[in-house]
Nanobody
Framework: QVQLVESGGGLVQAGGSLRLSCAAS????????IGWFRQAPGEEREFVAS?????????YADSVKGRFTISRDNAKNTVVYLQMNRLNPEDTAVYYC?????????????????WGQGTQVAVSS
C-alpha cells in the first residue's frame, strides 16, 4: 500500500502563492489517481483536484479552477504537486493527498485512501 507525505504548507497573504508536494513511499504513482483534498475547521473534507497518472488527466473543483494546478514530477514517479496561486482566506485549510487505485476516471471521493498527515495552509487577508 502506498504511503503519502504532504509538505509545503505555510502562512501566506491573500493573493500569494504556495506549492504543495505529495510524496509516496513504498511504490510509484503509476497505478494511481492522486487527489488533493482540504478540510477547514468545522467543515467536511472537500475535493480540490486530482491527477490520473497513467492517463495524464486532471480534474478540478470549481472553486479552484484557474487558480490551482495539479501536476506530476515526470522524473520521479512518486511526487505530485499542487501549485496554488491567487490564494484567498477561503483557501485556509489542512490539505491532504490521497491515492485511488481503482482506475476509475474521474474518481469518486470515496475511492481515495492512504491519506497523508496533511499540511496546513493559512491565508491572511
Amino acid at each position: 500500500q502506498v504511503q503519502l507525505v504532504e509538505s509545503g504548507g505555510g502562512l501566506v497573504q491573500a493573493g500569494g502563492s504556495l506549492r504543495l508536494s505529495c510524496a509516496a513511499s513504498g511504490r510509484s504513482f503509476s497505478a494511481y489517481t492522486i487527489g488533493w483534498f482540504r478540510q477547514a475547521p468545522g467543515e467536511e473534507r472537500e475535493f480540490v483536484a486530482s491527477l490520473w497518472w497513467r492517463g495524464d488527466k486532471t480534474y478540478y473543483a470549481d472553486s479552484v479552477k484557474g487558480r490551482f494546478t495539479i501536476s506530476r514530477d515526470n522524473a520521479k514517479n512518486t511526487v505530485v504537486y499542487l501549485q496554488m496561486n491567487r490564494l484567498n482566506p477561503e483557501d485556509t485549510a489542512v490539505y491532504y493527498c490521497g491515492a485511488d487505485p481503482s482506475g476509475r476516471w474521474p474518481s469518486r471521493p470515496e475511492d481515495f485512501g492512504s491519506w497523508g498527515q496533511g499540511t496546513q495552509v493559512a491565508v491572511s487577508s
